[in-house]
């Protein structure tokens, strides 16, 4: 344990010097629906948001601009790592049956609101990854890829590389070999992890465990602990986005957006609307806006430049 805390605290250390980003819009979305909503993320056009609700039921379109709001669909855990294609023509998404404990992941368009079953009656589907025009899930340690087109299983190429979590550990699947990478745990102490995901450039994991997020290698060697931040997500491959929160043991009473890069530097919070609890955040796909929610299912949209 000594020698990772010393590792983690050498990475901190000897960082270089970084720019700071300054908020230069806070936007309030006034969506038309009498419903909250919630855990926005960005459409590839950067001026759409797909929302649901605060338990991930149901998913909807938000125009950023007019606050338009357009209903998708109404299944039970639809908006739980919902992966957006590409084209941003199409979703895929999850129903989770409550009879049987089990999910079904689905396609759904975009435009005739028309589902589609990819996957049927599966134990648990944690990660979806979505990728020139197929899907990838991990089917009890296997990884199954399947063509969003024509439903039919494909190889998986060679080169792949798939992160998920399997029983709150990290596991990683490349070139066919899974992995588990378990660099928090001691004789000592089990770790677990959450929020796992995979750099765009596929070189590095992002991660939470205990109460602070970390990034690694792909082997979970290279520690780098990025604060007491939860819900982080990718700005490029350089910075990490997330929310620093703080409760009672019970309800929220504080949250900030903060940004910070991969290497531990340049920690900053991202100043939103003063005494909000701001949460969940996304990011646009050119990095330069950041959605999020506040506690009421209000939706905030800043932009945000780097001095």
Request: charged fraction near 25%; aromatic fraction near 8%.
């Amino acid at each position: 344990m000594r020698k990772l805390l010393f590792t983690i605290a050498v990475c901190v250390a000897t960082v270089a010097s970084a720019g700071q980003f300054k908020v230069t819009a806070l936007k309030s979305v006034d969506v038309k629906t009498e419903k909250p909503t919630f855990h926005p993320r960005f459409m590839p056009d950067g001026e759409t948001l797909l929302v649901s609700s605060e338990s991930y039921s149901g998913l909807g379109l938000i125009d950023i601009k007019t606050g338009s709001y357009n209903h998708l669909t109404d299944m039970v855990g639809a908006g739980y790592k919902a992966a957006i294609c590409d084209d941003g023509k199409t979703i895929v998404t999850r129903q989770f049956n409550f009879n049987t404990m089990r999910e079904s992941l689905y396609t759904l368009d975009i435009a005739t609101r028309q589902t589609t079953v990819l996957a049927d009656d599966i134990e648990h589907i944690n990660a979806v990854k979505v990728e020139a025009g197929d899907v990838e899930i991990n089917n009890n340690g296997t990884i199954v890829r399947r063509s969003i087109a024509t439903r039919q299983n494909k190889a998986v190429p060679t080169d792949d590389v798939f992160v998920t979590e399997e029983d709150l550990k990290m596991v990683v699947y490349k070139n066919g070999v899974r992995t588990v990478v378990d660099p928090m745990s001691t004789p000592e102490y089990d770790a677990q992890y959450t929020w796992t995901s995979l750099s765009p450039n596929k070189k590095k994991l992002l991660f939470v465990s205990g109460n602070d997020a970390y990034t690694s290698n792909l082997d979970g060697t290279g520690i780098v602990r990025l604060g007491a931040i939860h819900a982080p997500v990718w700005r490029g491959n350089d910075y990490v986005v997330a929310m620093e929160d703080h409760d009672d043991g019970h309800i929220f009473t504080s949250s900030d957006i903060v940004i910070v890069r991969v290497d531990g530097a340049n920690y900053q919070k991202l100043e939103g609307v003063k005494g909000e609890i701001n949460m969940f955040p996304s990011v646009s796909p050119d990095g330069s806006k950041i959605a999020y929610h506040n506690v009421d299912g209000k939706i905030y949209v800043m932009t945000i430049g780097e001095e």
